[in-house]
């Protein structure tokens, strides 16, 4: 009798269940590879975010410390204009100081033998002048000789009354500083 091979196995279950082993093997595989590619973006993510959080608090520190220095710099650009105030303040005083006795020696040339003056006032560049004279025309040179003296402006006549003897004359004048000659 010969041998006769049959194979009584289910195969096509065999083969079936084999199948659907690879595929939840692979669906495996896939879900655990899936999962760590998942994890893997979410943790760059995540570490790109603290990166980028730690550059915008070195940045918000450096604009603070920017901010400060700013306000400084502002600070000490005030205090410059008022130090550069204070400078030209005193340089005009400096420069001023010897105007006055220039004023005061032009006033005695200026005057007329006639004449002289009984107060003397100046309020910013306006010198106004009391004074007694005998004429009136003494009054009208004394006006000559302010206007073409160059440390005086135009006179300005306020009035002029009749006292006891004498003729008693208001005025006032604009002080100006003589233009510089050229050459010198």
Avoid: C, H
């Amino acid at each position: 009798m010969a041998n006769t091979l049959i194979n009584l196995r289910p195969w096509r279950e065999d083969r079936r269940k084999d199948r659907q082993q690879r595929f939840s093997l692979y669906s495996l595989l896939f879900v655990i590879l899936a999962g760590a590619v998942v994890y893997g973006a979410g943790a760059y993510i995540e570490s790109q975010t603290i990166k980028q959080k730690q550059r915008n608090d070195y940045l918000r520190q450096e604009m603070a410390n920017l901010d400060s220095k700013i306000k400084e710099i502002k600070e000490l650009k005030e205090k410059r204009a008022r130090l550069l105030e204070r400078l030209q303040a005193i340089q005009d005083l400096q420069g001023n100081r010897p105007v006055i006795v220039r004023v005061f020696d032009e006033l005695v040339r200026v005057l007329p033998e006639e004449l002289y003056y009984t107060s003397l006032s100046r309020s910013g560049n306006i010198l106004k002048v009391n004074g007694s004279a005998q004429a009136n025309k003494d009054v009208s040179q004394l006006m000559r000789s302010l206007n073409r003296s160059p440390w005086f402006g135009e006179p300005n006549l306020s009035s002029v009354g009749q006292g006891e003897d004498l003729k008693n004359f208001n005025m006032q004048v604009s002080l100006s500083k003589p233009k510089p000659e050229e050459g010198s």
